[in-house]
């Protein structure tokens, strides 16, 4: 059977962050199903990982979201390829790509990880997602796909197809927590943590607000780690908390993995945009419990009462009452956190999601040779 020659456009640089992508590339690779050929920068952690599992991997990421000079060099190499199928994962790889495979018979797929912004009246859209020469759009969940259905002209909506970016939860067996002292946190606290870069819908005012409904004497101390958390809105909101003393800023951590591993409980208190959330996932599959709210890019994520909390977004009285519930209850939070890792384990792997990327390129192939 003749392989599929798939080239891939994607940013690789960020380890730990590109993972569960990069995975998915290098299983499918091991199919022996394929001819993959991924553009990115050549000295990244998994260029390397890619040339060892025989994948051909070309110097090459654009650093703009257009640039003649960056679609003339994609175009090369969808024409020198012979591809038959070119994945672009990002904003820059899309723009470019698409612009590239105009009057070539390369079937184009694009992804889509976060729900927002996705609106046929926004003209950007046009140059990427509703694109006539975009022929497959995957979506990490279904609450994308239902975006796009509403947007994508009825002939178009076969495009979108969802598909679940999957992990291992060995990637994870390495991780030695901190100790709770190393972070300003007594080591008999009961610690949640929120692992976030600020961002409106990460809902950080409501998870704030949260601290003025629990009692004063309690031992829970709320823990920070990410970028741009210092702003003045929220420097308000802790100052005037009633337990300021027990809220603590880290700013962005190299080992937030280590430092997640340390707390009892992750705490996200989203209010839209989201879509199975990379971080709550980490956090699962290290065995600590998940608090979230039920946006519709997390349903499914966890299961409430057996893998962890859900609570409605926006309402701090119900992210309080979790929070006291879960201190109160610290055997309960170590039983959810183990059956969080068991859940990722069963319900979004890495093995299934390349399975299911492979029938997508599968379909896409066929129809490329009928064309």
Not at 126 to 144: G, H
Not at 225 to 239: H, Q, S, V, Y
Request: glycine share 6%; charged share 25%; net charge positive.
């Amino acid at each position: 059977m003749a392989k599929i020659n798939l080239l891939v456009v994607s940013d690789y640089g960020a380890t730990v962050t590109v993972r569960p992508e990069a995975e998915i590339v290098i299983q499918l690779q091991q199919m022996g199903k394929y001819n993959i050929t991924v553009m990115t920068q050549a000295d990244s952690e998994y260029a390397q990982k890619f040339r060892n599992s025989g994948i051909k991997v070309i110097d090459f990421f654009p650093e703009k979201k257009f640039s003649w000079e960056y679609v003339k060099r994609i175009r090369k190499e969808m024409i020198e390829g012979k591809h038959h199928v070119a994945q672009l994962f990002n904003n820059k790889a899309m723009v470019n790509g698409i612009m590239a495979a105009m009057g070539l018979p390369v079937k184009v797929v694009l992804y889509r990880g976060y729900t927002g912004n996705i609106s046929w009246l926004d003209p950007i859209m046009y140059i990427k997602y509703l694109s006539p020469r975009v022929d497959r759009i995957i979506c990490l969940v279904e609450a994308i796909r239902q975006i796009f259905l509403k947007n994508l002209p009825p002939w178009s909506r076969h495009k979108a197809v969802t598909i679940t970016k999957g992990h291992d939860v060995a990637w994870y067996d390495g991780v030695v927590a901190h100790s709770k002292t190393s972070l300003g946190v007594p080591e008999d606290a009961f610690m949640f943590i929120c692992g976030a870069n600020f961002r409106r819908m990460k809902g950080v005012k409501y998870l704030l607000r949260a601290t003025y409904l629990l009692p004063k004497d309690s031992n829970i101390h709320l823990v920070f780690a990410g970028r741009d958390m210092d702003t003045p809105e929220f420097t308000k909101l802790i100052n005037e908390s009633p337990m300021r003393e027990r809220i603590h800023l880290l700013g962005h951590r190299k080992d937030i993995l280590e430092v997640v591993k340390a707390a009892d409980v992750f705490v996200l208190a989203s209010i839209t945009g989201e879509a199975i959330t990379k971080a709550v996932i980490e956090a699962m599959s290290v065995e600590v419990c998940p608090l979230i709210t039920d946006i519709s890019g997390n349903v499914g994520l966890v299961e409430d009462g057996v893998s962890g909390l859900i609570v409605p977004s926006k309402n701090p009285q119900a992210l309080a009452d979790k929070m006291l519930y879960l201190s109160k209850n610290p055997a309960l939070t170590k039983q959810y956190g183990k059956a969080a890792r068991l859940h990722i384990m069963k319900n979004f792997n890495t093995k299934d999601t390349a399975k299911k990327y492979d029938a997508l390129y599968q379909e896409l192939y066929t129809e490329f040779m009928k064309a």
